[in-house]
């Protein structure tokens, strides 16, 4: 008796010889996204000549993947060219070295920290929107991408960087998460070429590691504990070893923190913002949320669980337009995956984009509507909404950026009005995250009344 053949996995149209689909990745989220219309579960693409690379659409196997099967995975090619920025950090590692890595930086997240930290943000934001100048259109990606940087110097670095230095660091990380982004799409071979890009890519790199490698060592060297995650790194002790942490693996993690709270938060903030100029009537009821309760005092920690419709907002805008667009797995054996089975160094992702968009878990996917997470009862099945990922990889820093989003918007909001041109719209554009290509808003003061007025 034979056994049955195994189950084919439809390839992507347009595939050519010696370089798959990386012409169809010029254009990569509309690419990634376009899979969807051939109702498959799983679909190969090639990214890398000579690997598969299976893209995951079905949410029960999504799921499956990364929490039954999460121990029989490695990371993959995304982890793989993020390992080329961070080194040996929690995002890139797997197994034992990865628990142990988050065992390290849990600290930097619990409740007393990021109590403290709200204060700083809010600070940040105020300090901000301060430099805006009224009736004057404003880059509202490069606004946030500089006020999470700077909330990221004040709760990373606090003291341990002066302004020449990060403006540097700011400077080197943004040529770096870009240079990432491009990297993922391309073949391996094309990092060697002697091209522009590459020798950007590689100067900016090694500046990021050099600054950060400096703050590590003058700290050390001073003693002094200056209240922010980089002492904290270096107070902390490898759990196996009882060692402190070398200053490369402090590094490592330093940096890991720097991407992981920058480019997201800052895409986030920027839809947000979009969506909120857009739609009046919802401004409007965060807004009245605000004087509700808050009334004239600022955001703080305790308000983040008590303003729900600025949390919808907070939870429709990371549906619609949410910042990954390829997350990767790669098999370490061979791994059955539903109905498939598939051999060791299979490639595997699924796009958080795509499938925050599928009509089939959310009707009318395009229209933005934070009413739609006011009945618990409808909420996606289990794979089909994945704001922070699942399983052990899920995002540690998930309560951190949630309560730094609702800090940002509740301290902007009240301050200025962000004003679209009529009939604006602005692009997406997929690099290590989903951005505005461009979002120029102009900025108006917030005629608000005082709370309690005219009652």
Not at 72 to 96: F, H, I, M, N, P
Not at 98 to 116: C, D, G
Not at 168 to 177: A, H, I, N, P
Not at 197 to 215: K, S
């Amino acid at each position: 008796m034979t056994s049955a053949a195994p189950l084919p996995i439809p390839r992507a149209a347009g595939s050519l010889p010696f370089i798959g689909h990386a012409l169809k990745m010029r254009d990569n989220l509309g690419f990634i996204d376009s899979l969807r219309d051939t109702r498959e579960p799983l679909v190969e693409i090639v990214l890398q000549p000579g690997t598969r690379t299976i893209v995951v659409q079905d949410p029960a196997l999504i799921h499956q993947m990364l929490k039954a099967l999460a121990p029989t995975l490695d990371k993959g090619r995304l982890y793989d060219k993020l390992g080329q920025l961070l080194g040996d950090s929690v995002v890139t590692a797997t197994g034992r070295p990865h628990v142990r890595k988050r065992r390290q930086l849990q600290p930097a997240f619990a409740h007393t920290e990021i109590s403290r930290y709200v204060d700083i943000m809010r600070d940040e934001v105020t300090a901000t929107v301060a430099g805006w100048e009224l009736g004057r259109p404003l880059d509202v990606r490069e606004a946030m991408v500089g006020l999470s940087l700077d909330m990221l110097a004040k709760t990373v670095f606090a003291g341990s960087l002066d302004d020449a230095v990060f403006r540097r660091l700011r400077s080197d990380l943004s040529v770096v998460m870009n240079g990432v982004g491009v990297r993922l799409m391309l073949p391996d071979w094309a990092e060697r070429l002697p091209l522009p890009f590459n020798r950007r890519f590689d100067r900016a790199r090694a500046g990021v590691r050099a600054t950060v490698n400096t703050a590590v060592e003058e700290l050390q060297s001073s003693g002094h504990d200056t209240g922010d995650m980089l002492s904290m790194l270096l107070r902390a002790v490898d759990e196996e070893t009882g060692e402190p942490l070398t200053g490369h693996q402090i590094c490592s993690e330093i940096l890991t923190l720097a991407v992981a709270g920058t480019e997201t938060t800052a895409s986030v903030l920027s839809w947000a913002l979009y969506e909120l100029a857009r739609n009046p009537d919802i401004e409007a009821r965060v807004l009245a949320e605000l004087d509700e309760v808050l009334g004239e005092r600022p955001v703080a920690l305790d308000d983040v669980t008590r303003l729900p419709y600025l949390n919808r907002v907070i939870t429709e805008t990371l549906r619609l337009h949410h910042p990954g667009w390829l997350v990767t797995r790669r098999t370490t054996e061979e791994t059955r995956l539903g109905k498939w089975t598939l051999p060791a160094g299979t490639e595997l992702a699924y796009c958080q984009h795509a499938l925050h968009r599928d009509p089939e878990r959310f009707p009318d996917p395009l229209r933005f509507d934070p009413d739609r997470w006011t009945d618990a009862a409808q909420e996606p099945p289990p794979g089909a909404f994945l704001p922070f990922g699942d399983g052990k990889h899920k995002c540690m820093g998930d309560r951190f950026a949630r309560t730094e989003m609702v800090t940002a918007i509740a301290t902007m909001l009240r301050s200025v009005r962000l004003e679209l041109a009529e009939g604006q719209a602005t692009r997406q554009v997929a690099r290590l995250t989903v951005r505005p290509r461009a979002l120029r808003m102009t900025v108006r003061a917030r005629n608000r009344p005082r709370a309690g007025a005219g009652r």
